[in-house]
T-cell receptor, first 116, second 114 residues
């Protein structure tokens, strides 16, 4: 399966712990997007990255959240000191270039994060 | 602000009936519009997209959508519903294609009755 791979599929953390979510884009895709889906809501954009660069992080909470997409390896969304309100499904999408209008984003199956 | 509005969070139809899921957009830039489907515990799958070509767009699984600029609408239709169409459907808007971020509606849960 050459699709967008996210792991883990489910992640349980206690309040105050750290959560790390991983995303491997489709082969040949160098643009990665992270979205968050809260219950009964649509997806909300969080951050857009290219290899080694953050292009747009306007949707990221100011504290505790960070993202990276290193030259080698998957993109990582990191949440420090998690709180109950971080419980959500986190989706990663990738595209081959920035013009998403021409090449739509392909989504992974998401990571369901539950905070105890 | 750029946004999409999906009218009706839940739609129920009988198998074989017409499916109509509504989406209106607001934007000051030429729109790129998408419909995605999400099955339980899965990611989003692209159904179809509008990118300023033909106003009637055909997608996968028998779905189509018509872009109406005068009504700022991009409603999704399927002539005959199938049980396998039961899922959540999201309309999305790409306001600025150079940045790549998608703006999603809140979603419409489609139920298909036998």
């Amino acid at each position: 399966n050459a699709g967008v791979m996210q792991n883990p599929r489910h992640l349980v953390r206690r309040r105050g712990q750290e959560a790390r979510l991983r995303c491997s884009p489709m082969k040949g895709h160098s643009h990665v997007y992270w979205y968050r889906q809260l219950p009964e809501e649509g997806l909300k954009f969080m951050v857009y990255l290219q290899k080694e660069n953050i292009i747009d992080e306007s949707g990221m909470p100011k504290e505790r959240f960070s993202a990276e997409f290193p030259k080698e390896g998957p993109s990582i969304l990191r949440i420090q000191q998690v709180v109950r309100g971080d419980s959500a499904a986190y989706f990663c999408a990738s595209s081959p270039h920035a013009r998403t209008g021409d090449q739509p984003q392909h989504f992974g199956d998401g990571t369901r994060l539950s905070i105890l | 602000a750029q946004s999409v509005t999906q009218l009706g969070s839940h739609v129920s139809v009988s198998e074989g009936a017409l499916v109509l899921l509504r989406c209106n957009y607001s934007s000051s830039v030429p729109p790129y519009l998408f419909w995605y489907v999400q099955y339980p515990n899965q990611g989003l799958q692209l159904l179809l997209k509008y990118t300023s070509a033909a106003t009637l767009v055909k997608g996968i699984n028998g779905f189509e959508a018509e872009f109406k600029k005068s009504e700022t609408s991009f409603h999704l239709t399927k002539p005959s519903a199938h049980m396998s169409d039961a899922a959540e459907y999201f309309c999305a808007h790409l306001g600025d294609s150079t940045l790549g971020r998608l703006y999603f509606g809140r979603g419409t849960q489609l139920t298909v009755w036998p």
